[in-house]
């Protein structure tokens, strides 16, 4: 798998200058080397989740804490953690930033990714949450800067999608 190294430092030292101390992620290929980064760095705290679902409410508690926190999953763990970003994230105004690996989009090769990608934006939209589009490794850190001040601004979710261009090396 060619997952970019070079671009996942860029998303991880953009996350570390939004001050995020808390990530929270289960293992995903295209998220291999954010999750080892913030397993080696001793100033971040890596919460290893079950289901992706946990992560809201690690989330939420850090929110409560005052601590800057991010969410790693891909679209498929968005799909299955809607629930509690229904319920608890939206319902109390719960700041998220969510870096989801936007899998099954185009140029998909695994058959099993295309339904969830399919459905990522429009449960989105229909949920309200701002999107953007990470394509671009120049616009790191500022798209992150930015997902993160309108997430706090707003008391609500915010969605980072990684996509393709940004995540893998050809």
Same mark, same amino acid.
Not at 19 to 26: K, N, Y
């Given at each position: ?47 290893r989740i079950a ?14 804490? %005052? ?26 105004k719960i700041p ?14 695994d058959p099993w990714?295309?339904? %969830? ?54």
């Amino acid at each position: 798998m060619p997952v970019s190294v070079a671009n996942s430092q860029l998303i991880y030292d953009a996350l570390k200058a939004c001050d995020v101390q808390i990530i929270s992620a289960l293992p995903e290929t295209w998220l291999v080397h954010l999750i080892r980064m913030a397993d080696e760095d001793p100033d971040m705290t890596l919460v290893r989740i079950a289901k992706e679902e946990e992560a809201v409410g690690i989330s939420a508690g850090a929110h409560l804490a %005052g601590v800057n926190s991010a969410l790693l999953m891909q679209n498929h763990g968005f799909l299955a953690a809607i629930n509690p970003i229904v319920s608890l994230a939206l319902l109390y105004k719960i700041p998220l930033l969510m870096l989801i690996s936007y899998r099954g989009h185009m140029g998909e090769r695994d058959p099993w990714q295309t339904q %969830g990608g399919m459905v990522t934006e429009p449960l989105l939209r229909a949920l309200g949450i701002p999107i953007w589009h990470l394509t671009d490794p120049r616009d790191v850190q500022r798209r992150l800067k930015d997902a993160q001040t309108l997430a706090h601004a707003a008391l609500a979710p915010v969605a980072v999608l990684l996509t393709r261009e940004l995540m893998w090396e050809d």
